[in-house]
């Protein structure tokens, strides 16, 4: 059996053709190198994962292959069992790490062992003068959104931060806690899970730590887009169901009257526009799953060894900080 590598990189891919070599390609150019790779297609119908292990042999790739789109949190599921590192690397198949991303995440976890996760510094591909993110931040509310989304590279993210949780397009964790806690909540298929998984770590001891010199260039949302249908019904509904399932009791019940009013004034401020179905379809559907979303709660509670003043230092509590955090990202650079 050969040894086991420190870090394990799991990536997903579902028709991801146009980006996957160059990613592969970012990956066997690392200067950190103890890793393999695994990439899980999922059910990808555009061939991309077509004879790719005789592409890359020297990355110690597996690939498994999906019969269908099972979604992002199942297939990183899989990918967190079939993993034998100590950390998990998760990337996404549009995301381009520079030569010393690993290296640099490696380094931050031995310099910084108070902490379990680690979110990178996230560029737009297409727009290398902006920020894709700098991690994630959760409000109060239940809103979750990129931190520095948008904003110009040479005047944000530039400092190491303790922060919320990480952005899953590029994240490392301790994969013995990433199994731990569940991994990902499959029912969510895809979009806030890794804002839910960063809740659940919190809860259960873990912090985050954003490593602004790991730096990966994202293309975001290649296959589903950024304002899909798609990506709006699961982050909308996902949203809710990580406030009911994770929020400590104490904080559920002081902040639940905001977070109804948050989900009231989204839907009413698409009610005017093209996605008015959709979002109104999601908060539907969320609420009606909510039975079951807290019989998922009573054992996500049980894994809380913080206390409440942890959970809620790290939240943003500015009532209107969702509003202009909106604002400024949807601003023209």
Avoid at 116 to 144: C, K, M, W
């Amino acid at each position: 059996m050969p040894r086991a590598p420190l870090i394990s990189v799991i990536m997903v891919a579902w028709n991801s053709k146009a980006h996957l070599s160059t990613c592969l390609s970012a990956l066997s150019k690392q200067t950190f190198q103890d890793i393999e790779v695994i990439l899980v297609d999922n059910g990808s119908t555009d061939g991309s994962a077509d004879g790719i292990e005789s592409c890359w042999p020297d990355l110690h790739l597996t690939v498994e292959r999906l019969e269908q789109n099972l979604g992002f949190a199942v297939a990183n599921n899989i990918g967190a069992r079939l993993a034998r590192g100590k950390y998990l690397a998760l990337l996404n198949a549009d995301a381009f790490p520079e030569p010393d991303w690993l290296e640099q995440l490696v380094r931050a976890a031995n310099d910084n062992p108070e902490f379990t996760f680690f979110a990178s510094r996230q560029i737009q591909a297409n727009a290398p003068n902006l920020l894709d993110g700098t991690g994630d931040e959760y409000h109060v509310s239940g809103i979750a959104w990129r931190q520095n989304y948008n904003q110009p590279v040479s005047q944000f993210g530039l400092q190491t931060a303790e922060i919320f949780s990480a952005c899953a397009a590029a994240a490392l964790y301790l994969r013995d806690d990433f199994i731990k806690v569940g991994g990902f909540d499959e029912d969510y298929f895809s979009y806030f899970e890794d804002v839910d998984l960063g809740f659940r770590l919190r809860l259960a001891g873990g912090r985050c730590f954003y490593v602004p010199q790991a730096v990966i260039y994202h293309v975001g949302s290649a296959g589903a887009g950024k304002t899909s249908d798609f990506s709006f019904y699961y982050g909308h509904r996902n949203l809710v169901w990580t406030f009911f399932k994770d929020m400590p009791a104490a904080l559920f019940w002081c902040y639940l009257p905001l977070h109804m009013l948050m989900n009231i004034y989204l839907s009413a401020s698409y009610f005017f526009k093209e996605k008015r179905s959709i979002v109104f379809k999601s908060k539907m559907d969320a609420f009606r799953a909510l039975p079951a979303i807290l019989r998922k709660r009573k054992h996500v509670q049980q894994m809380r060894t913080v206390s409440l003043d942890e959970i809620r230092r790290t939240m943003i509590k500015e009532l209107f900080a969702p509003y202009w955090t909106s604002q400024e990202r949807n601003k023209k650079r």
